[in-house]
């Protein structure tokens, strides 16, 4: 097990390579965007991703919920952190991308732009429950606002659409069927993206595991009476460190 | 089931009664939706001739920061007195405390946008282009929206550092598409543009979601802190 | 030629992105380790 995370690091290197190299050498040109539409195998993998780990969160919380597993909610935390990441990447790269195309930053009725912002408040106001939470129990009330968060999402998407056939305003990333060469181009960065995902939530989770061992280890010296342990649990915030 | 509305209008009656002899809260928040309402009417030009179209935004904008001041001390008396330590030993369901306080927000809410709104049609010289009555709907859907949540978040709020601003944080993202909702539905009103239908079904759908969530989590969250 | 400047601008914030957050659980790590260290010695 120890031996994979090397190996599957090199593997994730060469991918993400392989498919930086198709998104810009080897995928044709736009016919009316030029070669600034080549943002998209960055942008839409990483949307991609982000709602994966989102949807992963939201089952885990679930799981969570009925189940009081521990290693549940660590994955939801985890997923939501790094979801949090790529949400991040596609609202800086949405931008960049609309300007040079259509002369604005941003659209208010651009539905998958809007929907991803919402997304992202809503998980980052997650990650910040539970680093302000001081209640034993945060975990229970994270999942909670995971619940929430994801039956909310549907919920965004669609109030967007029916705003937007109201206010018709342009969709940044196009819409409309895709040259097969382009699709396969996109999904290898998909894949890439998904195995680079994949090494950063276990890192995440690793960190994770030595964070609430080393609580374990200032609880047990605080019940053993070291007054110094005690003083020196407190700063550890629940459990985002 | 009738034990839950029972319990429900009593504790709901005696959080009227309570607010009601106090009446500091309740005079505060008063004063603090008028102040919202002048200072939108400075920051936003009332005479434009768009204000028809800015008004449903501003209108719900201040209806949100007053819900937000009347919900942070939800449960503030039950924290006083412990009474939330009571409640999770005593059998009684736990959904009832928690209808009960979300229909009390609900009420007071209500009468704070009953205060504001005919500031605001004075302020900006509204008057109602499209079929006024969708505007009850809109206001009664939009207003539990944001108090059946705003409940629910208050309770996961009362152990967290910054609590007050937890509470804000945690309904502002959560509450978007209703917001959405209410906002161009009541523009669609205000300027007879567009049928409201669609928006008065959405936050139909909003509510229904979330009052079902609220109701099968709190119990949950009850014991959780 | 102007846009292809955002097409890189893009493709660079990208790893900007993933690098401070990379950065941040290294940081973690090590500041865990430690920690984990001196508990253990006490």
Redesign the interface.
Known sequence: MKRLFPILSVVTAVLLAYALYLALVVAPTDAQQGDVYRIIYYHVPSAWTAFLLFLINFVSSIVYLIRRNPKADMLALVCAEVGVVFCTVVLVTGPIWARPVWGIWWAPGDIRLTSTLVMWLIYVSYLVLRRFSTSAQTQILAAALAVFGALDVPLVYFSIWFFRTQHPQPVIGGGGSMDPRMLHVLLINWLAFLCFAFLVCWSRFRLELLHREVEEAHAMQSLAGDGVGARASVPLSRSQK | MNSLWTLTLATLKKDIRLEWRSKDALNSMLFFSLLVVVIFAFAFDPLAEESRHIAGGLIWVAFLFAAVVALNQTWARELRNQVLDAYRVSPAPANALFLAKALGNFLFVSVLEALMTPLFVVFYNLHVLGPAWQLIPIAILGTWALVV?GTFFAA?S?????REI?LP??L???S??AV??MV?GTT?VLTGD?PAH??IV?LL??DV??TT?CLG?FE??LH?? | MNAVKFLFAAYIITWVIHSFYLGSLVRRFSRLREQLKELQKK
């Open positions: 949540n996961m009362l152990r967290t550092r910054s937890m944080l945690l502002f993202p959560i978007i598409p959405l909702g161009a669609a567009n669609f928006y959405l759908t909003y979601v979330f969530a989590l949950t969250i959780a802190e």
